[in-house]
């Protein structure tokens, strides 16, 4: 080869390699933009910004994934997040005058241009009132037309800010406001814990019971669960919803009778009571039981008289009926693909770790009682510990951690279209709770950005790499862009497989190359071949699928989204 042919080779190469920037293009305000982002390219944009200004950007877009980065004149990051199909909505505040510079680039490798729309809005602030500044973000981030949000705020025991935003029901255009009902979610199990506590301090229940003293129809397991394991989640019990799902119950409606034969019927656990900390809901199904069947009296009517009322939570209560006409509930909204609100009803009645209703006015209330009881109770202050002696930061309901180096006491909440977020800051004496029906996931990134503005004197900006521009994702590849692996016969895979622990059936197909899992539940499924007679899919209950040929059967084991819970499947 000559010189000069290397030369153009060398050449061809760098190119095909580049990403390629098309200049810096200024953002304006309100102006929505519509782009095309080309495989081997990034758009930058510049932003000039006042001190203090807030800035939310709209990222509407349904055909890949994109990076969002910002960073400011010093290079330090402002805001950096992966925005997925839909609408995302990064935010970021200001903390010095200047130009700002926003770079969007792909996820992943594209194979043709894809366009997305990009607005934002600046929030101009006069004032160093922090519940000003907030309320003038809520009010951008849930427009009027919307389904939206309430949230509380209080500072040194009194409330300075508590506003409403956006629709509680979109058929009737009627308002989120101060008496409108919203789904806790898992912010319920902090009230589920508090009835334990108040069971164990009038010495019903000791927190060292066995749980089949009270629900004898549990299996008897290797070693006996506490009534402790359940509070802090060292149990070992798997999360029902994913044998659920696996049997057809993914979208479909789950009675608690249901709910209650699967944990009845399941003498496996993840691991023996003490060893390891992993969530789960299963835990507080059977504490909200416990409850039941000591106090003997339905867990509703329970909570209603020994927690809420007490407290002056007089529009509480527990919906232990997903058919209860509820009077002020706001209804549960999350967007189609096509960009559209829809509702997306609860699909559970057992209660315990969820299914809790409240609005901002009561929920001020409990924050106030919590606080008191936080500092005077001895089981609130009680560390819990694994039986190897690690610590298990999760106490009574709540998770203990830090937030920019502040301590925090917190737990988010999430089912259907409904997200929750309460958060104490005890050496701060400051309390934040926000209660959204719009199924946003940036909801929490809303509820972080609330805790900086509170926290502000504390924040220190993340010092941005030199590497800024050759960051790379470390995003999972998609099933349809993976190429299957040769060295797994995908013919001898194929036939139905049964599981007798969930009484479901799958069957296993090969088209084109490609294997596809489904039965009456789910309609056909592409599995992507990871390794080996191992391969995944893009459904959160079908997350690995592991084949084994060494049985007396052919076995296929499915595992969940966590790959903390598994389904064994024999072939027929």
Known sequence: ?????????????????????????????????????????????????NKGELVIFYITNYSSDLQFLAWNENNEIVEQTETFDGTDIPIFHARETGKYNIKITPLHQLKDAIKYNLQLKVIKSNTNDKAEIISKLLKSFYPKNEPGSCVSIMYEG??????CYG??????????????LFNLASVS?????????????????????????????????????KIENLLNHTGGFYENDFPLALAGYDNSFIPKEKEFQFIYSNKD??????????????????????????????????????????IGMSSTLVLDDMN?????????YVKSKDGEYIISPVNFDAPGPGNILTNIDDLTKWITHIDSISKESTLYNKKTFLNNGEEVNYIFGNFY???????????????????????????KNISVALLANNGMWKTYDLASEIFEIMLSDEIQLEKLKATIFEKESNKKVTSSEKKPLQNTN???????????????????????????????????????????????????????????????????????????????????
């Not at 200049?23 to 390219?41: A, F, M, T, W």
């Not at 629709?167 to 409108?180: G, P």
């Not at 084949?547 to 084991?557: A, Q």
């Open 324 to 332: 209860t006409v509820v009077i002020n509930k706001a209804e549960s």
């Open 269 to 310: 656990v993840l691991f023996n009571s003490g060893e390891q900390f992993q969530y789960s809901n299963t835990g507080y199904v059977l504490l909200a039981e416990i409850i039941s069947r000591v106090t003997k009296m339905k867990f509703n009517q329970w909570m209603s008289e020994n927690v809420f009322i007490p």
């Open 158 to 163: 009194k409330v300075i800010l508590q506003e």
């Open 401 to 427: 951690s830090s937030f920019k180096g502040n301590k925090m006491i917190s737990h988010l909440g999430l089912t259907s279209g409904y997200r929750t977020s309460l958060a104490r800051f005890p050496e």
């Open 167 to 180: 629709l509680s029901n979109i058929s009737y255009q009627s308002k989120n406001n101060e008496q409108t």
């Open 1 to 49: 080869m000559n010189s000069t042919k290397a030369f153009w080779i060398c050449i061809l190469l760098l190119f095909v390699n580049t990403k390629f920037s098309y200049g810096q293009e200024e953002l304006i305000p309100e102006v929505k933009r519509e782009k095309i982002l080309k495989p081997n390219s990034e758009h930058v944009f510049t932003l000039n910004l």
């Open 490 to 572: 995908l013919e001898k895979l194929t036939g139905f497989y049964y599981s007798d622990k969930i009484q479901t059936y799958f069957q296993v197909t090969m088209e084109n190359g490609n294997l596809f899992l489904s039965n009456f539940f789910n309609p056909q499924i592409r599995l992507t071949n990871t390794n080996i007679n191992e391969f995944s899919s893009d459904v959160w209950y079908l997350n690995k699928i592991k084949f084994n040929e060494n049985d007396d059967k052919t076995s296929m084991t499915i595992f969940n989204d966590r790959d903390t819970a598994a389904i064994k499947f024999f072939k027929q």
């Open 189 to 225: 199990k902090q009230f589920t814990a508090y009835g334990i506590s108040l069971l164990s301090s009038k010495g019903l229940i000791s927190l060292n019971d066995d749980i089949r003293k009270f629900i004898p129809e549990l299996p008897e397991y290797s070693k006996p669960i």
